[in-house]
């Protein structure tokens, strides 16, 4: 993504330069080493990009780019707890390479430095309405990924409680950031509304993208298990689509596999062909590449700049990634 190159430069000088003390060590040194270990930085990207696209100077919104980026790395250390995750972007997670409590403690502080990065915008923002979206964003990740934790133990998941669930954990964050650099942008109400959708759009295709990959995409790609999603018995867009269509039997059949994960060979492989039969893997295809376009079609109503080609591309990256 070289076209991001030089927001992620600008970006990471930024964060490299936060002041975390060294003391105490267990408290501060997990946050480094996780804003150390990388990650793609798509989310403050977007919260400068938005700035730039509202007329605006992005270093305006510096501060809400680094508050979007340490909430997103405080979820991801809670996350792994939650999920009993052993790894990290290739390196052991916190709560393996220290302990649990340590890791909690960890992620609670990198939540409160977040919001604190908020009190550096400049005066002249609405810090009062930046503050209210950066919240209100984070309570309702909370909410989807308690929607995550409930639809391990049912079995009458709809796909409508799924996209809640995405719009939730990925969506959410993804939308506030760009509506938070829009607002140090100086959008207007019309243009805030627009960034909300680009972003809740962004959310739903790129996640919906992810359950596809895990079914076509080349495991080496992609850097996964082929249809490791299935062998787990997850709950992803394309299996509650296939239970919606699929018969009563054949509904039954699955829902007993997935109690008793991890699924076999065999099994992953009729669960596959369930896929082929009733369409799904066509139509969640067609599904993400039409939230895509959404969020195309309301980015066209920006003037033009580098910023919107900037962002232009990113979508064409993202609707054509293989991993």
């Given at each position: 993504?070289?076209?991001?190159?030089?927001?992620?430069?600008?970006?990471?000088?930024?964060?490299?330069?936060?002041?975390?003390?060294?003391?105490?060590e267990?408290?501060?040194?997990?946050?480094?080493?996780?804003?150390?270990?990388?990650?793609k930085?798509?989310?403050p990207?977007?919260t400068?990009?938005?700035?730039?696209?509202?007329?605006?100077?992005?270093?305006?919104?510096?501060?809400?780019?680094?508050?979007?980026?340490?909430?997103?790395?405080?979820?991801?250390?809670?996350?792994?707890?939650?999920?009993?995750?052993?790894?990290?972007?290739?390196?052991p997670?916190?709560?393996?390479?220290?302990?649990?409590?340590?890791?909690?403690?960890?992620?609670?502080?990198?939540f409160?430095?977040?919001?604190?990065?908020?009190?550096?915008?400049?005066?002249?923002?609405?810090?009062?309405?930046?503050s209210?979206?950066?919240?209100?964003?984070?309570?309702?990740?909370?909410?989807?990924?308690?929607?995550?934790?409930?639809?391990?133990?049912?079995?009458?998941?709809?796909?409508?409680?799924?996209?809640?669930?995405?719009?939730g954990?990925?969506?959410?964050?993804?939308?506030?950031?760009?509506?938070?650099?829009?607002?140090?942008?100086?959008?207007?109400?019309?243009?805030?509304?627009?960034?909300?959708?680009?972003?809740?759009?962004?959310?739903?295709?790129?996640?919906?993208?992810?359950?596809?990959?895990?079914?076509?995409?080349?495991?080496e790609?992609?850097?996964?298990?082929?249809?490791?999603?299935?062998?787990?018995g997850?709950?992803?867009?394309l299996?509650?689509?296939?239970?919606?269509?699929?018969t009563?039997?054949?509904?039954?059949?699955?829902?007993?596999?997935?109690?008793?994960k991890?699924?076999?060979?065999?099994?992953?492989?009729?669960?596959?062909?369930?896929?082929?039969?009733?369409?799904?893997?066509?139509?969640?295809?067609?599904?993400?590449?039409?939230?895509?376009?959404?969020?195309?079609?309301?980015?066209?109503?920006?003037?033009?700049?580098?910023?919107?080609?900037?962002?232009?591309?990113?979508?064409?990256?993202?609707?054509?990634?293989?991993?």
């Amino acid at each position: 993504m070289d076209f991001l190159q030089s927001y992620a430069a600008f970006f990471e000088e930024k964060l490299q330069n936060l002041n975390f003390p060294e003391k105490p060590e267990t408290l501060y040194e997990p946050q480094r080493y996780i804003l150390r270990n990388g990650g793609k930085r798509i989310r403050p990207a977007l919260t400068l990009i938005s700035c730039g696209l509202c007329g605006s100077d992005t270093e305006r919104a510096m501060p809400a780019a680094l508050a979007v980026e340490l909430l997103h790395n405080f979820t991801l250390i809670h996350d792994d707890i939650m999920d009993q995750a052993d790894s990290r972007r290739g390196e052991p997670s916190i709560h393996k390479k220290w302990d649990i409590a340590t890791a909690i403690l960890a992620g609670d502080s990198m939540f409160t430095y977040s919001m604190l990065q908020l009190q550096n915008l400049p005066g002249e923002i609405d810090h009062k309405r930046v503050s209210y979206i950066f919240l209100n964003s984070v309570n309702t990740v909370c909410e989807g990924q308690a929607l995550d934790m409930e639809f391990e133990n049912r079995s009458d998941v709809t796909v409508g409680e799924y996209h809640q669930m995405i719009g939730g954990k990925t969506g959410a964050l993804i939308s506030a950031a760009m509506q938070m650099g829009g607002l140090c942008g100086g959008a207007s109400e019309e243009q805030l509304h627009k960034l909300s959708v680009i972003g809740e759009s962004l959310g739903l295709a790129f996640q919906i993208q992810d359950d596809w990959l895990d079914v076509v995409a080349d495991p080496e790609a992609f850097g996964k298990r082929k249809a490791g999603d299935i062998y787990e018995g997850k709950k992803t867009f394309l299996m509650l689509t296939a239970l919606e269509r699929c018969t009563r039997d054949e509904r039954e059949m699955v829902l007993g596999w997935m109690k008793a994960k991890p699924l076999s060979s065999n099994q992953v492989d009729e669960v596959i062909s369930l896929f082929e039969t009733y369409g799904v893997i066509t139509d969640t295809r067609n599904h993400f590449l039409n939230a895509y376009s959404r969020a195309e079609k309301e980015l066209e109503q920006f003037g033009e700049s580098n910023f919107k080609q900037d962002l232009q591309q990113l979508i064409k990256f993202l609707k054509n990634r293989e991993s």
